[in-house]
């Protein structure tokens, strides 16, 4: 468990392959390069001026702009699973929602994210985790079809906080009520900033440790979950530590193992050494 691929994908980053994506003086994305020539069709709303790229103007306007920008580029195959759902355009600086922008498209102008993972575990008498429930992706999902996942995950729309979106995403993944997803403990947000085929991930992931008695089984609802594994702890962080997870979850899982104390020294020191650069202080209350 020396190699940890999720830790290199988290900050495989170019940022020289980008322009800044300001939106009336507030810094909120980037675009990339080669992509600039195709919004060249909207002189009046976008502007190249250095390494820059501007747009200003009245927020629902603008809004309004970017939705038509946006179902333009989807046309020309520059936007990529296309969900029909709106997420926040954050200032990333302070967090404060500016406006809204369909949630495949924030990767092609690499505006901030939000997710909400939960590790689901079973514990000992003593409270240490022994097993963790490990989600497999449908194939039909639109991005990492098939790989394996937290036993919670989930972007956080327009309008939710990542606490609500956990809640609602532990029914509709896991089939778990609000009551028993309340229970849930915050754990480290971790930032990332990777470049990926739909353009540039930058999220922050907001994890939770939810504990999962003995007995209860998860079930999938909305038919984004092949399946699930109650794996022994060893077989889970062998799955985080390799590429067949993703990487959010990945990120999520070793962080887990580290605040539960589940790994040996020095693989705990480095693993540690190396997170803290993607650990962010939660700017928005996580529950």
């Known amino acids: 468990m ?3 691929p999720a830790l290199r994908a988290a900050r495989a980053h170019d940022a020289a392959a980008r322009v800044r994506f300001v939106l009336n003086g507030v810094p909120v994305g980037s675009v990339a390069r080669q992509h600039l020539a195709a919004l060249h069709a909207w002189p009046s709303l976008l502007q190249v001026q250095g390494d820059t790229l501007l747009m200003q103007g009245d927020i629902a ?8 920008i946006n179902t333009a580029l989807r046309l020309q195959g520059l936007i990529l699973a296309w969900r029909d759902e709106p997420f926040p355009l954050f200032d990333p600086v302070s967090l404060v929602p500016l406006a809204r922008m369909e949630r495949a498209a924030t990767r092609f102008w ?9 590790t689901g575990y079973v514990a000992d008498a003593s409270g240490r985790p022994t097993h963790l429930w490990i989600a497999q992706r449908s194939m039909s999902k639109a991005t990492d079809p098939g790989k394996f996942d937290n036993l919670i995950g989930g972007g956080v729309p327009d309008g939710q906080a990542p606490w609500q979106t956990l809640l609602r995403e532990g029914w509709e993944e896991a089939g778990l009520d609000k009551a ?3 229970s849930a403990q915050a754990g480290s947000v971790l930032a990332l900033r990777r470049d990926i085929p739909e353009g ?3 999220e922050w992931l907001y994890s939770y440790d939810l504990v999962m008695p003995q007995g209860l089984v998860p079930h999938n609802q909305d038919g984004e979950v092949a399946g699930f594994e109650c794996l022994p702890v060893a077989d889970a962080l062998a799955l985080a530590a390799g590429s067949a997870m993703t990487v959010d979850a990945a990120l999520v899982t070793l962080d887990f ?3 539960h104390a589940l790994l040996p020294q020095p693989t705990a020191h480095t693993l540690d050494a190396q997170l803290q650069g993607l650990r962010v ?3 928005i209350q996580s529950n």
């Open 2 to 4: 020396s190699d940890w």
């Open 110 to 118: 690499g505006t901030l994210t939000l997710g909400a993972h939960a």
């Open 281 to 283: 202080a939660p700017g």
């Open 61 to 68: 306007a603008l809004q309004a702009a970017l939705h038509e």
């Open 200 to 202: 540039l991930q930058h």
């Open 180 to 182: 028993r997803v309340s």
């Open 257 to 259: 193992a580290l605040r």
